[in-house]
């Protein structure tokens, strides 16, 4: 059987192995538009088969907004707002949380900083009070700021020792030198050392307001016992975040290989190329020329012809990843030294193929079914949907996508995604960072790790 054959026989088996079980869930998902006397919205999806009850908060300007001179800012003012705030130090809030059985993470990327927020239904309210406290009024205390600190420097130096985060990296700032978009969101030893708890206060004070707010809500709640917690919670935010801009850029284009030396036996290679914003028309095409030529699974092109016919690697993928301001298409891959230059050679070899002749008939309607059956996996527990409600509100997708998305896919038709093809896909601006000691690289650019 041809790989083509294969792709679609495989991606329809596993299709229709739970197409029709997980089509249940999908149709009971009902999403409402709450909003509190204040004006505070949140998207709700009631479950009332669990006293259990999942918040995803998002504040739009992340780790991009940083000054270049403190690189990380984000992230070590995320990494500290649950280590104490208002009248609780870091002990007293994390046992507070340990009380009521509830977890409060925060965290920052490039373009959001955000809360993950569980508790027992029975506890929301509390548990909401110390979201409040941490956003309003944390502490950055002493010996936590020092702890955490520590913390993120160390990671910073075992990033150095990790193939895949020197190679993606090194990808990031040769794809977008002089912007935001090329720095670590964990910024660097320096940035990270000069980082004080003022400057940690003004970015709270700065960040997080109302115009930025994005809440998503999931569980045992309604809808009047949600808005009296929305006003409490976030009412006393500023209405407006501080100015703050990041520009709209492209990665470069570029059909290098670079090479940072490591003596390790398999070479870890991180690889891309521009790609596609989420508001672009093109979008559901891309997303299906994107998982037939290299999805995560074993059905793809490249999986086929890098693993499963030559065993050159255990897994090689790609997908669209969408910024707030530019748009990528990233993969990796990781081979033995000696078959590194072959793996390169053949994603690239497939993504031109792909490129100029594009999906047959039968991949896209493999690609559909798969996409389409297994999206109601994402339902699967209260926190996942969370992140669902909270990335459609920030791609301003709609109240009603739940009930569009598989629509819009199954309407791309052969002509479209051979054209999208067409257009969104260059192997010759495929960029390919290789950490390792690979042979035979010729024409290989080598830098150092440390670059």
Known sequence: MSGVGRFFLLRLLIALAFAVPAALPARAVTVQDVQSPGGITAWLVEDHGLPVVSVEVVFRGGAALDPEDKAGLANVTASLLDEGAGDLDSTAFQSRLDDLASSLDFAADRDTVSAHLRTLSAHVGATFGLLRLALTAPRFDKEPVARVRGQILDALAREKRRPHAVASRLWWKNMFPGHPYGRSVLGTPASVAHITPADMRNFVHARFAKDALIVAVVGDIT????????EKTFGSLPDRAAPGRVADTVPRRSDAVMVADM???????VFGQEGLKRDDPDWYAGLLVLDILSGSGLTSRLALEVREQRGLAYSVSASLNPLAHA?????????QNARVAQSIALIRGAWRRMRDQGPTAAELEAAKTYLTGSFPLNFDSTGRLARILASMQFERLGLGYLDRRNALIDGVTPVQAKRVARRILDPDSLFFVVVGSPVNLSGAQRVNLDE
């Open 327 to 335: 748009a990528v298409i990233l993969g990796q891959v990781a081979s």
């Open 223 to 230: 809808p009047a016992a949600l808005k009296p917690l929305l």
């Open 263 to 269: 003596p390790i036996p398999q070479s870890v290679v």
